[in-house]
């Protein structure tokens, strides 16, 4: 690289992994290489980027998950589903989701 010249960023191609349900929403975990996607199933998983199988899979909807997202502190997950459920589950392989019914009713459907 010549002096005064931008560094060139190079990423790598990631992993291909598979899920047993449509992706409808995807977030990355803040300083770290994990994403969490919520799928059409109602399940919420996490992924490293690299493997072929999620590292974390659970199921806190028993509808389509329109969103989700992490908490500020980064050590747990929002998920919010089309039945109106939201969910909140630590990132710990022996954590339970906390469900809430919210109070506005179902959530509008994406098309």
């Known amino acids: 690289m010549m002096a005064g010249q931008t560094p060139t960023l190079t990423i790598a191609p990631a992993a291909k992994v598979t899920l047993g349900a449509q992706v409808t929403s995807v977030t990355s975990l803040r300083g770290s290489p994990y994403v969490a996607a919520g799928l059409t199933d109602g399940q919420v998983v996490l992924w490293n980027g690299r493997d072929p199988a999620p ?25 919010v589903a089309a039945d109106g459920s939201l969910g909140r589950t630590a990132l710990s392989r022996e954590a339970q989701p906390v469900l809430k019914r919210l109070a506005t009713g179902t959530a509008p459907l994406r098309v």
Do not use: C, F, M, Y
């Open 55 to 79: 590292g974390l899979t659970w199921k806190p909807h028993s509808t389509r998950v329109l969103a989700v997202n992490t908490t500020a502190d980064g050590q747990a997950i929002w998920s």
